[in-house]
Structures are given as structure tokens and as C-alpha cells.
């Protein structure tokens, strides 16, 4: 009896904890307000009812029991209702300068996969690169990155998984088909000497009679096991090159989304903060001075995380991995594969041109309209104020997809013509659409990061206005005694622990309005700590489900949680050296980061 009891309390316990765990995110949503209630009742003060309002709206960020998007808009409820900011200012937070740029930023990267660039950019590099593993591995990672510098890194990885799959697939078919060949004429070999024996002239009384067929036997059970031990040493190899390739595509598109301003959210999220928490900075987050910095940076980790997965996967055979120039049949077939898909998207057509053209004439204008050595175009008109930003450059570009047509009249008029000719019935004439259509944008919008963005900014206005901020940075005044190399490099181990189990948007922006009120308190350079930590948040490579493209890399099934931890453990390492180095280097000389500056200040003047 007593053992039935035991079991049965078990049972209803497993049940009660299942229960529970289901409806995890409806007892946090409730519980988590209830809990730290006491915090503003208790000291009913402005700094504290704001610290309310993020500790509620960072456990919601980091346990995500409720979209991302919709956490971002609670300030608009609970920061008029305690008396912390009215209406009208928390909702004009939501869309700012930097939110113009994330969105005209998104649109050229959806007109960029509208119309297939992106993948004919990728292959022709490909081709290029060639398809020794060392190289092939170097080519999928720099177009990887290459291409989330300007669109999302989930639909670049969603993109060159399967072209590096496919590749992948090829080699190992090829080196089947290879070895099975050479296993045949081993066999065709062995039987035309056996023949030879038989029909000789000597004597074969010699011969046992039960030994003859052993021996053949055990012949072809030779060749079968040679076979099989090739099959098992192929299939190992292609595992592990299978693996390497999936982490060198996730990884670089993270790692490639940190080189431009608008290639990932937290980024962006700078930006706004930097301009939010300090108005008087002279415009010195912008696209050319971010690309000045992270750039050089991203390339930097490109190729040391290319160096560890290469040791990692392929092993330190250099010559074999980079196959001095040698080309065997397996490498032919893959080089087959990458050029029949090119072939598939045939000769470029206008649409991909239009958008090229607007492309590259949008990053001309990011580059010069204030490139920091020398006057820009806008300098005229930003001579009273920033009356042009990146923001204006990257809608007005954008807007040119919604005028351009997808295709010359020209070329419609021949295609009427030749409709004409096979139905011999004049076809009614009609325009072109434009590069894009808005049905289009609507669907591949992230429209919930727009709110996210704003989010973050009604936090750092919140801060400032309640006093929060001052309050912060007097308690963490005591660090000015640490070196700032130190303190730059604690708080990216921080961030970049934090960011694994956390949204890099999320972690962003609950972090940099703190690091921006130590670095006032501190006397330090606000982009000394704002600007690697920024970084370091895109660096999530240890969980499957710390960023879409490691999701997206371990749904194909040949990862493992324990791959991902040990490659991105050490690439978390070498992305955090190699900010800071950075920041301490070629960083420092960019933007003064030795000094503190005048528009620092302003955090002490708040309310």
C-alpha cells in the first residue's frame, strides 16, 4: 500500500509540474508585476517606479513569455500611468530618425531577394573560390558575410545552407561513385588473374579442391570490407565537414551583420541611444564612421573563426585542404553543381540591374555624406543641424523601387510583338509593375522590430527624465579606479554571456542605457564601453537557440548542442579580443575615445 501511495503522489506531482510548465509564460506575465509591486509602493519615488518598469520588461525580454514586440510597448502604458512621462512624449519615441533607416535599410535588402541577387552574387563568388574544402569553407563564410552586411542574417543563411548541402552532397556522391569504381577493377583484376591460373599448363593436382573456391571467397570478402571500411571513413569525413560547413554559414552571418550600420538590429540601437541619451553628439555614430571601425573588425574575426573551424573540422593538413592547385573528379562534379544552379537564374535581367544601380549608389551616399576626412554632400544642408541623416539617404533611395518599372518598355513592346505574332490578337498593353510592390514589403517586413527599437528608446528616455540614470551612475561611480581596458573587457564577457540566453535586441537595449550612465559617472568615453558591447551582443554562437541562423543551421540535423557549444565557446572568446583590440587601437584613434567629451555631460544635467 504504501508503495502504491508513493507512486501515485509521483504521478500527480509529474502531472501538477506538466501542468505548470505549460502555462509557464501566464504565471510569469502575472507574477513577475505582483512580485516587485512593493519596489514603487515601498519608495514611491520617480528612479524607482522606472526600475519597476524595466526589471518587469527585461524578465518578459528574457524568458519571452510575451512577443518581444508587445513587452516594447509597455512603457507606453505603465510610464503615464505612474507618472513618469506623458503620452504624447513616450509614444513619439516609437518612431525616430533610426527607425527610418532600419526600415529603408530593409527595403533595399528586400528588393535585393526579391529579385534573386542575393544568390546570384553568391554563386558567381563562389565559382570563383573553387571547391577545395580549406577555400570552399573561406568562400561560403565571406559571401555569408558579405551579404548579411546588407540583409538579414537569417535569410542569408537560409539562402547558403542549401547551396552548401547541395556542394557537399556532390563530393560525397562523387567519392562513392569513385571508390566503388576502384573496388570493380580491383575485382576485375583479381578474377582475370584467377583466369590466368586456370588455364595455364601447369599442374593443378597440387590444388585442393575445397581450397580453390575458399580462397576466391575470401578474396571478395576482402574487397567488401575494403569497401565498407571506405564507406565508414567517407561518411566520418563528410560529418565533420558537414558540421564545419553549417557553423562557418551561421556563424559568418552574425559575424558579418556587425560591419555596417544597418546590418543588425543592435546596431541600430546604438545609434538611436547615442542620439537619444546624448542630443549634442556631433552626429559620431553615422554608416561611414560605424563602417570605419567595424569593418576592419569583422574582417579580422572572419578569418580567425575561419583559422578555428578549419582546425576544428579539416584538421591542420593545409596542403591537402587547400589541394595545391590540383583538381581530382569529385572537385569537378561540386564546380558542376554551383554552375548549373548560376545557369538557372540565366542572364541578369533589368530588375537585378535597377536595383544594383540603387544599391550601390545608396552605400555612395551613406559613405559620403559625412565621411569624417573631408566635407560630404550634406554638409551645405547640416551646416544649422543633422537636417540630413542616414535615415534620409536610405528613404529616398528606397522609395526608387516603388517608381522604377521591373522591366524597359522596350523589351515589353517585343514581348507584345511576339504575342502578337502566336495569337495573331493584339494583347491589351500594360505597364510594367515597379521593382517592388508593397504587397511584397508587407509580407517580409519585421515590422515587430520597429517596436522593439522604439521600446529601447521610451527605456533610455524614461531613465533620464525619472532620474534613474544619474542614480545609476553615482552607485557605479566606485569603478573609476579600474583600468578601462578592464572594465571594456567585463562587460563584453557580460553581455556576451547574457546575449545566449537573450535576444541581442533585447540585451541591447536593457544594457546600453546603464553602460551609457557608468560612462558618465566614470568620467570614460560613452562608445569606449557602448560600442563593443554592441558588438558582442551579435556574438551568440554557443545555442541552437541563441540567433535564427544557429536555429537554422541545427534544424538540418547533423549538429549537435555539444558542436555548437565547444566551436562557439572559443569563437565568443576571439570576438571579444578582437573588439577590444579595436576599440583600444585603430577605435581609439577614430573617435577620441581617450578623452571624455563635452556632450558626455548631459546625462548630469537631467531632472
Given at each position: 500500500m504504501p508503495s502504491n501511495r508513493n507512486s501515485q503522489v509521483c504521478r500527480l506531482l509529474k502531472e501538477i509540474g506538466g501542468l505548470l510548465w505549460s502555462y509557464r509564460n501566464y504565471l510569469i506575465i502575472f507574477i513577475t508585476p505582483l512580485v516587485f509591486l512593493p519596489l514603487p509602493i515601498v519608495i514611491p519615488t520617480s528612479e524607482a517606479k522606472c526600475g519597476y518598469v524595466i526589471i518587469v520588461m527585461a524578465l518578459y525580454w528574457c524568458t519571452e513569455c510575451m512577443p518581444l514586440a508587445m513587452t516594447a510597448l509597455l512603457p507606453v502604458i505603465l510610464f503615464p500611468?505612474?507618472?513618469?512621462?506623458?503620452?504624447?512624449?513616450?509614444?513619439?519615441?516609437?518612431?525616430?530618425?533610426?527607425?527610418?533607416?532600419?526600415?529603408?535599410?530593409?527595403?533595399?535588402?528586400?528588393?535585393?531577394?526579391?529579385?534573386?541577387?542575393?544568390?546570384?552574387?553568391?554563386?558567381?563568388?563562389?565559382?570563383?573560390?573553387?571547391?577545395?574544402?580549406?577555400?570552399?569553407?573561406?568562400?561560403?563564410?565571406?559571401?555569408?558575410?558579405?551579404?548579411?552586411?546588407?540583409?538579414?542574417?537569417?535569410?542569408?543563411?537560409?539562402?547558403?545552407?542549401?547551396?552548401?548541402?547541395?556542394?557537399?552532397?556532390?563530393?560525397?556522391?562523387?567519392?562513392?561513385?569513385?571508390?566503388?569504381?576502384?573496388?570493380?577493377e580491383g575485382r576485375e583484376n583479381q578474377a582475370f588473374e584467377m583466369s590466368e591460373v586456370t588455364t595455364s599448363k601447369l599442374p593443378l593436382d597440387n590444388l585442393n579442391e575445397k581450397q580453390w573456391p575458399y580462397e576466391v571467397s575470401s578474396v571478395e570478402n576482402g574487397w567488401d570490407s575494403a569497401l565498407e571500411s571506405r564507406r565508414k571513413a567517407r561518411e566520418e569525413k563528410y560529418l565533420l565537414l558537414n558540421k564545419g560547413m553549417s557553423l562557418s554559414v551561421c556563424y559568418s552571418a552574425s559575424i558579418g551583420g556587425t560591419a555596417t550600420l544597418t546590418g543588425t538590429t543592435p546596431n541600430l540601437i546604438l545609434k538611436g541611444q547615442m542620439d537619444d541619451i546624448f542630443p549634442e553628439n556631433p552626429d559620431v555614430i553615422n554608416f561611414a564612421s560605424w563602417f570605419g571601425f567595424a569593418f576592419p573588425n569583422m574582417v579580422l574575426m572572419l578569418l580567425l573563426s575561419w583559422l578555428w573551424l578549419q582546425c576544428m573540422y579539416l584538421g591542420l593538413n593545409f596542403k591537402k585542404s587547400f589541394g595545391c592547385g590540383t583538381k581530382n573528379e569529385g572537385d569537378r562534379e561540386a564546380y558542376k553543381v554551383m554552375k548549373e544552379e548560376y545557369k538557372k537564374l540565366g542572364k541578369m535581367k533589368f530588375a537585378e540591374?535597377?536595383?544594383?544601380?540603387?544599391?550601390?549608389?545608396?552605400?555612395?551616399?551613406?559613405?559620403?555624406?559625412?565621411?569624417?576626412?573631408?566635407?560630404?554632400?550634406?554638409?551645405?544642408?547640416?551646416?544649422?543641424?543633422?537636417?540630413?541623416?542616414?535615415?534620409?539617404?536610405?528613404?529616398?533611395?528606397?522609395?526608387?523601387?516603388?517608381?522604377?518599372?521591373?522591366?524597359?518598355?522596350?523589351?515589353?513592346?517585343?514581348?507584345?510583338?511576339?504575342?502578337?505574332?502566336?495569337?495573331?490578337?493584339?494583347?491589351?498593353?500594360?505597364?510594367?509593375?515597379?521593382?517592388?510592390?508593397?504587397?511584397?514589403?508587407?509580407?517580409?517586413?519585421?515590422?515587430?522590430?520597429?517596436l522593439l527599437l522604439g521600446g529601447g528608446f521610451a527605456l533610455a528616455s524614461g531613465s533620464e527624465v525619472s532620474g534613474l540614470s544619474v542614480w545609476l551612475g553615482e552607485?557605479?561611480?566606485?569603478?573609476?579606479?579600474?583600468?578601462p581596458f578592464a572594465i571594456s573587457l567585463i562587460l563584453c564577457l557580460l553581455v556576451g554571456t547574457f546575449t545566449e540566453c537573450s535576444s541581442n535586441t533585447a540585451t541591447t537595449t536593457l544594457f546600453l542605457p546603464i553602460l551609457a550612465s557608468m560612462a558618465t559617472a566614470i568620467e570614460l568615453h560613452p562608445l569606449y564601453v557602448m560600442l563593443p558591447c554592441t558588438i558582442c551582443a551579435s556574438l551568440a554562437f554557443m545555442l541552437p537557440v541563441a540567433t535564427p541562423p544557429n536555429a537554422i543551421a541545427f534544424s538540418y540535423g547533423t549538429l549537435k548542442v555539444l558542436d555548437m557549444a565547444k566551436a562557439g565557446f572559443i569563437l565568443n572568446i576571439i570576438g571579444i579580443l578582437c573588439i577590444n583590440l579595436g576599440i583600444n587601437t585603430w577605435g581609439a584613434a577614430m573617435f577620441r575615445l581617450d578623452t571624455f567629451p563635452s556632450w558626455a555631460n548631459v546625462t548630469h544635467g537631467a531632472p
Open positions: 500611468m505612474l507618472g513618469i512621462m506623458e503620452s504624447g512624449k513616450v509614444c513619439v519615441l516609437y518612431l525616430k530618425d533610426s527607425n527610418m533607416l532600419f526600415i529603408g535599410g530593409l527595403l533595399v535588402a528586400i528588393a535585393v531577394e526579391h529579385w534573386n541577387l542575393h544568390k546570384r552574387i553568391a554563386l558567381k563568388v563562389l565559382l570563383i573560390v573553387g571547391v577545395r574544402p580549406a577555400l570552399l569553407m573561406l568562400g561560403f563564410m565571406s559571401v555569408t558575410a558579405f551579404l548579411s552586411m546588407w540583409i538579414s542574417n537569417t535569410a542569408t543563411t537560409a539562402m547558403m545552407l542549401p547551396i552548401a548541402q547541395a556542394v557537399l552532397e556532390q563530393l560525397s556522391n562523387t567519392e562513392a561513385e569513385s571508390d566503388e569504381r576502384e573496388v570493380k540591374a535597377a536595383v544594383l544601380t540603387v544599391f550601390l549608389g545608396l552605400v555612395v551616399l551613406w559613405f559620403t555624406r559625412e565621411p569624417g576626412f573631408m566635407p560630404g554632400w550634406a554638409a551645405e544642408l547640416n551646416r544649422k543641424g543633422q537636417f540630413v541623416t542616414d535615415g534620409t539617404v536610405a528613404i529616398l533611395m528606397s522609395m526608387l523601387f516603388f517608381i522604377i518599372p521591373s522591366q524597359l518598355p522596350l523589351s515589353m513592346c517585343n514581348a507584345v510583338d511576339n504575342e502578337e505574332e502566336e495569337t495573331s490578337e493584339r494583347p491589351k498593353p500594360t505597364a510594367p509593375p515597379a521593382l517592388l510592390q508593397w504587397k511584397v514589403v508587407h509580407e517580409r517586413m519585421p515590422w515587430n522590430i520597429v552607485s557605479l561611480a566606485p569603478l573609476k579606479s579600474i583600468p
